[in-house]
């Protein structure tokens, strides 16, 4: 059985940063496509960043990049997002999702397996 579990999220004030982890069981992060979405309240999913074997680095959305890094420690099968410089309008729900390709989630924006997600809220 597959499972992702992102921690991590909690409320912080912009310009501060925050550091999600998502760990895996069942599935060996290196071998599939992994990404992180958002949802904020009243709106739809939107893809954040993406990583996976066949290409040479993360993708990140335009509104992320450059503040949000997307790593990964294999030993551990756990992905991270560190983010920084952080905004409210950052605030969301953070899911983490994994894929047989990266194709599903950086062009579909869709993935076969997803985490419980971690709430990400940027105020003062």
């Known amino acids: 059985q597959v499972q992702l579990v992102e921690s991590g999220g909690g409320l912080v004030q912009p310009g501060g940063s925050l550091r999600l982890s998502c760990a895996a069981s069942?599935?060996?992060?290196?071998?599939?496509?992994v990404g992180w979405f958002r949802q904020a309240p009243g709106k739809e999913r939107e893809g954040v960043a993406c990583s996976s074997s066949s290409i040479s680095s993360p993708l990140y959305d335009d509104s992320v990049k450059g503040r949000f890094t997307m790593s990964r420690d294999s030993a551990k099968n756990t992905v991270y997002l560190q983010m920084n410089s952080l905004k409210p309008e950052d605030t969301a729900v953070y899911y983490c999702?994994?894929?047989?390709?990266?194709?599903?989630?950086?062009?579909?924006?869709?993935?076969?397996?997803w985490g419980q997600g971690t709430h990400v809220t940027v105020s003062s």
């Open positions: 999702a994994a894929a047989f390709s990266i194709n599903r989630i950086a062009t579909l924006g869709t993935a076969d397996y």
């Open positions: 069942g599935l060996t992060l290196d071998n599939d496509a």
